[in-house]
C-alpha cells in the first residue's frame, strides 16, 4: 500500500512538473529544446499524411456507400466484430420493382416485356455493384483503416512519450540552471548542483534514445506511401473492373431494347442520344443525337431472318442518306460489313428490316453494314 501511495505520488509531482514546464514555455519564461529541421519535416510529413488518409477514406466509404444510415450500421459491425448483414444495392431493388410492375401490367406486352429486360440488366449491374464494394473494401478502404488504427496510434504514442522526454529534459535544464545561479551566490553545496547534472545527463540520454525511436517510426511513413499506393492501384483496377462490367450490360440491353423498338415502331430509326461508349483504350468524344428516315421499301431486299442482303445490288434510296462521320476504327467482321477509319466520312443510310444498331455505309465504290455506335451523324 505505502509503494503503490509514493508511485502515485511520484507520478503526479512529474506530471505537475511537466506541466509547469509547458506552461513556461508557452507565456515565454522557459527555455524549449528544439528538434531538428529534419526531425521536423518527418513529423509535418507524418501529420499529412493522417490527415489526407482520413479524408480519402470517409471520402470513399461516401463513394461506396452513399446512405449515412447504413453506412453507420455498418462501422457499428465492424466495432463488434460482427459480420455486416447482405444488403441489396439499389440496383437489385430497382430491378425486383420493375420485374413485380411487368408481372402485374402484362409480361406479353410491350411494356412488360421492356421492364423484364432493364429489370434483369439492373439485377446485374447491382450484383457487379456488389462485387466492386466487396473488392474495393478489401483491397483499399482496409489498409488505411489498418494505418490509422494501427501504425498511426503507434507512432502517436511514441510522440507522446517524446514530448515528455522532452519537457523533462529541459525541466533537468531548468532545475541545473538555478543550482548553478544558487552556488554562485553560495546558498547550495556542491552536491546540489551534482544531483541536477546527473538527473540532466539521465533526462538526455532518455530523450535521446526515445527520439531515434520516434525518428525510425516516422521514416517508416514512406513505406506507408508505397503499401498505399499499391492498394490505390488494386482500388482503380477494381473500379476499372466494375464500369467495364456495366458498359457491357447497358450495350447489350441497348441493343436489346433497339431491336424491340423497331419492332414495335417500324418505319423510323431513333439514334440515341449519345453513341455507346467505344473499347475501353479509345476516348469517346461526344456525339450528337440523329434522326433519319427510312427509305421505301427496295425491291430485292430479303425480310430479317431470311436469304443474306446482296448489298451490291441494293441501291441507295433517293432520299433519306446522311453523311457521317467515323469515331473509331473498325473492323469489318465479315464481307457484308464495311471496315471504318476513325475521322474519315461516308455515306450513311437505312433500310427497311435492318437492326437499329446498323446502318448501310458507302465509301466510294464499296458498301457494307457498319455499327451507328461508330459514328457520328452530320447535319
Known amino acids: 500500500m505505502d509503494f503503490n501511495m509514493k508511485k502515485l505520488a511520484s507520478d503526479a509531482g512529474i506530471f505537475f512538473t511537466r506541466a509547469v514546464q509547458f506552461t513556461e514555455e508557452k507565456f515565454g519564461q522557459a527555455e524549449k529544446t528544439e528538434l531538428d529541421a529534419h526531425f521536423e519535416n518527418l513529423l509535418a510529413r507524418a501529420d499529412s499524411t493522417k490527415n489526407w488518409t482520413e479524408r480519402i477514406l470517409r471520402q470513399t466509404e461516401v463513394l461506396l456507400q452513399p446512405n449515412p444510415s447504413a453506412r453507420v450500421e455498418e462501422f457499428l459491425y465492424e466495432k463488434l466484430d460482427r459480420k455486416v448483414p447482405s444488403r441489396v444495392t439499389n440496383g437489385e431493388l430497382l430491378a425486383q420493382y420493375m420485374a413485380e410492375a411487368a408481372s402485374e401490367l402484362g409480361p406479353t406486352t410491350p411494356y412488360g416485356k421492356t421492364l423484364i429486360k432493364v429489370s434483369e440488366a439492373e439485377k446485374r449491374l447491382g450484383a457487379a455493384e456488389r462485387d466492386f464494394i466487396h473488392t474495393a473494401s478489401l483491397s483499399f478502404l482496409t489498409p488505411l483503416r489498418n494505418f490509422l488504427e494501427g501504425d498511426w496510434k503507434t507512432i502517436s504514442k511514441e510522440r507522446r512519450l517524446l514530448q515528455n ?39 538526455q540520454t532518455e530523450f535521446d534514445r526515445q527520439a531515434e525511436v520516434t525518428r525510425l517510426l516516422l521514416e517508416g511513413i514512406s513505406s506507408t506511401h508505397v503499401n498505399h499506393l499499391r492498394c490505390l492501384h488494386e482500388f482503380v483496377k477494381s473500379q476499372t473492373t466494375y464500369y467495364a462490367q456495366c458498359y457491357r450490360h447497358m450495350l447489350d440491353l441497348q ?47 430479303a425480310p430479317p431472318g431470311e436469304a443474306a442482303l446482296c448489298l451490291e445490288e441494293v441501291p441507295p434510296p433517293a432520299s433519306g442518306t446522311r453523311k457521317a462521320r467515323v469515331l473509331y476504327d473498325y473492323e469489318a467482321a465479315d464481307s457484308s460489313e464495311l471496315a471504318l ?39
Request: glycine fraction near 8%; include cysteine; proline fraction near 8%.
Open 165 to 203: 522526454r522532452r519537457l523533462d529534459l529541459d525541466a533537468c535544464k531548468a532545475r541545473l540552471k538555478k543550482a548553478k545561479a544558487a552556488e554562485a551566490k553560495a546558498t547550495l553545496w556542491n552536491d546540489e548542483v551534482d544531483k541536477a547534472e546527473q538527473e540532466l545527463r539521465v533526462a
Open 255 to 301: 441493343k436489346q431494347l433497339g431491336s424491340s423498338q423497331g419492332a414495335i415502331f417500324p418505319g423510323t430509326f431513333v439514334g440515341t442520344s449519345e453513341p455507346a461508349s467505344p473499347p475501353l483504350s479509345s476516348t469517346s468524344p461526344t456525339t450528337t443525337a440523329a434522326t433519319m428516315s427510312v427509305a421505301p421499301t427496295v425491291p430485292g431486299l
Open 341 to 379: 477509319l476513325a475521322d474519315e466520312l461516308i455515306t450513311v443510310y437505312s433500310l427497311p428490316g435492318m437492326d437499329p444498331d446498323w446502318l448501310i455505309g458507302e465509301r466510294g465504290n464499296k458498301k457494307g453494314k457498319v455499327p451507328v455506335t461508330y459514328l457520328e451523324l452530320l447535319s
